[in-house]
T-cell receptor
Framework: AQTVTQSQPEMSVQEAETVTLSCTYD???????LFWYKQPPSRQMILVIR??????QNATENRFSVNFQKAAKSFSLKISDSQLGDAAMYFC???????????????FGKGTHLIIQP | GAVVSQHPSWVICKSGTSVKIECRSL??????MFWYRQFPKQSLMLMAT?????????EQGVEKDKFLINHASLTLSTLTVTSAHPEDSSFYIC??????????FGDGTRLSIL
């Protein structure tokens, strides 16, 4: 079974600064997907960024980027120019690649509560 | 973008009653739908995977007779919490997926059992 570990229960950053959220995972599979989801107080799950394991290039989405280290099984999220609206719970998630027999659900880490200081 | 509608958003009911939660993919046909549960200040835990026209696959520790899942069409899956008790109070959230695309989540259902 796969596991996802987020070792930072809470992080705080000044507005406009950069913050990095950590995530490590354990799997015996070679093909999979990794995600970062944001969950604001409304509890909506918002996809922030997605990484395919077979791609060496790190994914980026505007102010959000990842540092994907496959050998180390590490998948950190960097948020640049932090904004007040970035305050939320952030969950790292793992999903096996499509096997043809059906999709797998997500395995989530415990989450990191991100606080943005004005 | 893809939209998943979940209903109701909040339900309060007495212990012993059954509660049905609907999850609909509004603008795409979902090959698979998933049900998650999230207790306060905790992460999301996968409960079951639902494929249209077949029996749901439940995760270890999830009682299939307690949490009935019906996936009658490519756009609708329902979760029924049977004979609900206070310990079933939680936030239930569904997601839908088409092929290899990321999962699209509903807005969740807050279930409170008195």
């Amino acid at each position: 079974a796969q596991t996802v570990t987020q070792s930072q229960p809470e992080m705080s950053v000044q507005e406009a600064e950069t913050v990095t959220l950590s995530c490590t995972y354990d799997t015996s599979e070679s093909d999979y997907y990794l995600f970062w989801y944001k969950q604001p107080p409304s509890r909506q799950m918002i996809l922030v960024i997605r990484q395919e394991a077979y791609k060496q290039q790190n994914a980026t989405e505007n102010r959000f980027s990842v540092n994907f280290q496959k050998a180390a099984k590490s998948f950190s999220l960097k948020i640049s120019d932090s904004q007040l609206g970035d305050a939320a719970m952030y969950f790292c998630a793992y999903r096996s690649a499509w096997s043809g027999g059906g999709a797998d659900g997500l395995t989530f880490g415990k989450g990191t509560h991100l606080i943005i200081q004005p | 973008g893809a939209v998943v509608s979940q209903h109701p958003s909040w339900v309060i009911c007495k212990s012993g009653t059954s509660v049905k939660i609907e999850c609909r993919s509004l603008d795409f046909q979902a090959t698979t739908m998933f049900w998650y549960r999230q207790f306060p200040k905790q992460s999301l835990m996968l409960m079951a995977t639902s494929n249209e026209g077949s029996k749901a696959t439940y995760e270890q520790g999830v009682e299939k007779d307690k949490f009935l899942i019906n996936h009658a069409s490519l756009t609708l899956s329902t979760l029924t919490v049977t004979s609900a008790h206070p310990e079933d109070s939680s936030f239930y959230i569904c997601s839908a997926i088409f092929s290899n695309q990321p999962q699209h989540f509903g807005d969740g259902t807050r279930l409170s059992i008195l």
